[in-house]
């Protein structure tokens, strides 16, 4: 621009310079230049030159800057809410090494167009790519929100937490979520109607790429799997969701209870997070999980607004909390008791140990479950990102 100004003061001078006084009869060195169009030349070419610095000095200052400013927004966001802990500290918290999440850097600023597409036998930090949403700040972006429930990773406790924020961000409509409170349950007559997905299992994966936020908690996959075969509902010998017409039998007494080995090799039961997320499916339904199911689920991670861990529940909710903008002086009143914990039973706490300790059936439980694997480090990396 300055040099832009300098040229048009030249051009000025050239053309008015000499004919200030009026009494002057000589010509201007602009009437000279004139005569063969050359005035037109170094207009153009001031042009040029102007249009090519401009483009450089972008690139070499405002660019940076705005990344990087990008970046310190995300940054600030992602601290809990009591406690404002710095990203070294979460990170130390969530057990991720400086390397892996340098490693994240250094990949996304190496391929910032690339897709995620880390196969799950590679060991390495998981990749990921800038989300091209803007982070969403302003309550009024709350006034719908769409949670995908993924079973056994605290989606129950997370409904109770989400169903707080929406009574207290907009309590005249959404009353529904301030009436009975707890978590989302259809005959508890506990329902909050500007949550989808608030009471089941299905992803409705379509609603990820929408504007409306997205939030989900992911939890490790052998953890997930090995509290989904303890709890009722979620395993072939108490089946709520007819995984096999032949598991109503089971219940019944009329087979044989499945064991543990048995259950880990059905593939209804195997990556159910990626199914969910990649092929759009309920969560036990025999889809197989392949490499293609398992792009589109990253391609759907890397859309949500807000992804949790169940491992650190706390730590999550009280950054959920605090990204969507609930005032301070509400802080307070938020529950973020477990709805579902299985630890006070000490049997099923014994017959979890055996199973951990068994090295050769663990063995099995990652490699049937890889896909689930390889997509909880890219989440576990996001709640830091």
Same mark, same amino acid.
């Given at each position: $621009?300055?040099?832009?100004?300098?040229?048009?003061?030249?051009?000025?001078?050239?053309?008015?310079?000499?004919?200030?006084?009026?009494?002057?009869? @000589?010509?201007?060195? &602009?009437?000279?230049? *004139? @005569?063969?169009?050359?005035?037109?030349?170094?207009?153009?070419?001031?042009?040029?030159?102007?249009?090519?610095?401009?483009?450089?000095?972008?690139?070499? !200052?405002?660019?940076?800057?705005?990344?990087?400013?990008?970046?310190?927004?995300?940054?600030?966001?992602?601290?809990?809410?009591?406690?404002? /802990?710095? +990203?070294? #500290?979460?990170?130390?918290?969530? @057990?991720?090494?400086?390397?892996?999440?340098?490693?994240?850097?250094?990949?996304?600023?190496?391929?910032?167009?690339?897709?995620? /597409?880390?196969?799950?036998?590679?060991?390495?930090?998981?990749?990921?790519?800038?989300?091209?949403?803007?982070? +969403?700040?302003? *309550?009024?972006?709350?006034?719908? +929100?769409?949670?995908?429930?993924?079973?056994?990773?605290?989606?129950?406790?997370?409904?109770?937490? =989400?169903?707080?924020?929406?009574?207290?961000?907009?309590?005249?409509?959404?009353?529904?979520?301030?009436?009975?409170?707890?978590?989302?349950?259809?005959?508890?007559?506990?329902?909050?109607?500007?949550?989808?997905?608030?009471?089941?299992?299905?992803?409705?994966?379509?609603?990820? !790429? /929408?504007?409306?936020?997205?939030?989900?908690?992911?939890?490790?996959?052998?953890?997930?799997?090995?509290? #989904? &075969?303890?709890?009722?509902?979620? @395993?072939?010998?108490?089946?709520?969701?007819?995984?096999?017409?032949?598991?109503?039998?089971?219940?019944?007494?009329?087979?044989?209870?499945?064991?543990?080995?048995?259950?880990?090799? $059905?593939?209804?039961?195997?990556?159910?997070?990626?199914?969910?997320?990649?092929?759009?499916?309920?969560?036990?339904? *025999?889809?197989?999980?392949?490499?293609?199911?398992?792009?589109? #689920?990253?391609?759907?991670?890397?859309?949500?607004?807000?992804?949790? =861990?169940?491992?650190?529940?706390?730590?999550?909710?009280?950054?959920?909390?605090?990204? $969507?903008?609930?005032?301070?002086?509400? &802080?307070?009143?938020?529950?973020?008791?477990?709805?579902?914990?299985?630890?006070?039973?000490?049997?099923?706490?014994?017959?979890?140990?055996?199973?951990?300790?068994?090295?050769?059936?663990?063995?099995?439980?990652?490699?049937? *479950?890889?896909?689930?694997?390889?997509?909880?480090?890219?989440?576990?990396? =996001?709640? =830091?990102?």
């Amino acid at each position: $621009m300055v040099f832009m100004v300098f040229c048009c003061t030249i051009i000025y001078k050239m053309r008015y310079g000499n004919k200030r006084n009026k009494n002057s009869s @000589s010509e201007g060195l &602009w009437d000279t230049l *004139n @005569s063969g169009d050359t005035a037109r030349w170094v207009i153009g070419f001031a042009a040029v030159i102007t249009i090519a610095l401009t483009f450089m000095a972008y690139h070499r !200052f405002y660019e940076p800057h705005h990344d990087a400013m990008a970046g310190k927004i995300i940054t600030q966001t992602i601290p809990a809410v009591n406690s404002v /802990k710095s +990203i070294d #500290a979460l990170s130390s918290k969530l @057990s991720v090494t400086t390397t892996a999440v340098s490693q994240v850097h250094t990949d996304k600023e190496q391929k910032k167009n690339n897709n995620i /597409k880390k196969k799950p036998d590679d060991e390495s930090a998981p990749t990921i790519v800038q989300n091209s949403k803007p982070l +969403i700040l302003n *309550n009024n972006s709350f006034s719908e +929100i769409h949670f995908v429930h993924i079973p056994k990773c605290g989606g129950t406790t997370m409904t109770t937490v =989400l169903r707080q924020i929406q009574c207290v961000l907009n309590p005249v409509k959404n009353v529904d979520c301030c009436t009975n409170p707890g978590f989302c349950d259809w005959h508890a007559h506990r329902r909050c109607e500007s949550i989808k997905g608030c009471i089941n299992h299905f992803p409705n994966r379509k609603m990820i !790429f /929408k504007p409306l936020p997205s939030i989900t908690v992911f939890r490790e996959p052998t953890s997930r799997l090995l509290s #989904a &075969w303890f709890y009722r509902g979620h @395993s072939p010998n108490l089946d709520f969701f007819q995984v096999r017409p032949y598991f109503k039998e089971i219940s019944e007494g009329k087979l044989p209870r499945v064991k543990f080995p048995e259950y880990i090799e $059905m593939p209804e039961y195997q990556n159910i997070q990626t199914r969910m997320l990649g092929a759009d499916s309920f969560p036990y339904r *025999n889809i197989t999980v392949t490499d293609e199911v398992y792009d589109k #689920a990253v391609s759907a991670v890397n859309r949500f607004f807000f992804i949790g =861990l169940q491992e650190e529940f706390e730590v999550s909710a009280k950054a959920l909390i605090r990204l $969507m903008g609930v005032p301070t002086n509400k &802080w307070s009143e938020f529950s973020l008791v477990n709805e579902r914990e299985q630890g006070s039973n000490k049997q099923i706490k014994k017959q979890k140990q055996e199973i951990l300790e068994n090295d050769e059936l663990m063995d099995k439980v990652r490699e049937f *479950n890889s896909y689930d694997i390889q997509l909880y480090k890219i989440g576990k990396i =996001l709640l =830091l990102y």
